[in-house]
């Protein structure tokens, strides 16, 4: 009786046990032919120097072709070299490359649900932000422009004093508001001034209800020692809006619904008129997040306003190299909550703007004039990668 209970489990164990043993095989057979993820940035801009690639991309996009003993080359972007230009211990971490896709496995209809989790780096999805990141003096330096929302383009003019410049509020979506900002930064005191461009705002006529309109005023922030971790400040909007302003973003042919009114003739849903003065705060956490060069995590209070979000820039994931943004107003003297989120993708284009450009879809989930939930704005943002990577 013993035997008969013993014996299913000696033949489950032996299947067990020759499976691992052609799983550890397979794990062991080497790939020759195969495009590296861009996740080491410091090994991507040393193949490109001794390549003499100038400026070198930390995100290129880079092919290793070992197939023939002989003729072994490594492309850069389309271009092909031979894999003897470079200096052996280059060579060396190349081949022994950890993060490889594999270009010569089998496609069939199931590898379109099973390839994305294969490429998944679970060990590389959190790692240590870069020093600039974590600078309270140094974290506004940002070679990113965006023409809709998201971080400010941070220009070093002197180490730690620089300037910045936004085009839209840090959480703005797509042809939300007519806010731009340009601010003077050192030894982690920002001060600045903001003021109103209407072509953005301009070109959508509909479903502006959720608008932040502004005129102009100052702002100024202080990051606290100790981390990129917390930022507080004050913004100051002294300008009322006078008759002709009011009558601009709410009665004009663009803007001519954007005051949207109950049955009974009470206020529905009305845009965002900015005056008075604001401390606002953002609690951060700088991180890498799937090979990212630059995101966070972060939770913040601005003009009254309460956010929760993710930004990052230049993530990898299969091979594929893209910005995201995520953000998610809940709570506002004036406007209902919404969702922002931004999807822009690499590589898309060609030559310079190959790894300095990305485009996609730039979208707000919110509350319609209705009243129910769908997208009250939608529009193709593009952001611009200027000068070296951080």
Partial sequence: MKIKKIAPLLFFTLILFNSNIIFAQEETEPVLYYQMEPL?????????????????????EIVVDLRNATDQTISVKGSLY??????????????????????????????????????????NILNPPTVFQISPTLGYINPYIQIMGGERFGIPLKKDIGISIGFGTPYSGALETN?????????GVKAGIFTSVDAMTELKSSNNHN???VTNGLQMSYTIPFGNF????????????????????????????????????TIKFQPYLLTGGYLNWELRYPVK????????????DFIDEMHAGFMGREMTLGGSVFDLRMDYMFNSPVRPNQFVIDISVQKIFDYWAYSTIS????????????????LTSIFMNLRVKIGSSL
Avoid at 289 to 300: D, E, H, P, Q
């Fill in 82 to 123: 031979p894999l003897l230009a470079l200096k052996p211990e280059i060579r060396a971490k190349i081949t022994t490359y950890p993060f490889k896709l594999n270009l010569e496995e089998t496609i069939n209809y199931g590898s379109l649900f099973t390839r994305v989790i294969d490429k998944l780096r679970f060990n």
């Fill in 289 to 300: 997040f799937m090979g990212a060069l630059r995101s966070k995590f972060y939770v913040a």
């Fill in 230 to 265: 917390f930022e507080i400040g004050y913004l100051s909007a002294p300008d009322e809006f006078n008759k002709s302003l009011i009558d601009r973003y709410t009665k004009n042919t663009v803007n001519k619904d954007n005051i949207v009114l109950n049955p009974d003739s």
């Fill in 179 to 187: 806010y731009a900002e340009v601010s003077f930064h050192i030894l």
């Fill in 40 to 60: 080491d940035d410091s090994l991507f801009i040393k193949i490109q120097e001794e390549l003499f690639i100038d400026p070198p991309d930390p995100k290129a």
């Fill in 359 to 374: 485009i996609g879809p730039s979208a707000i989930v919110g509350k319609l004039a209705s009243g129910s939930i769908g």
């Fill in 211 to 213: 608008n932040l309109f």
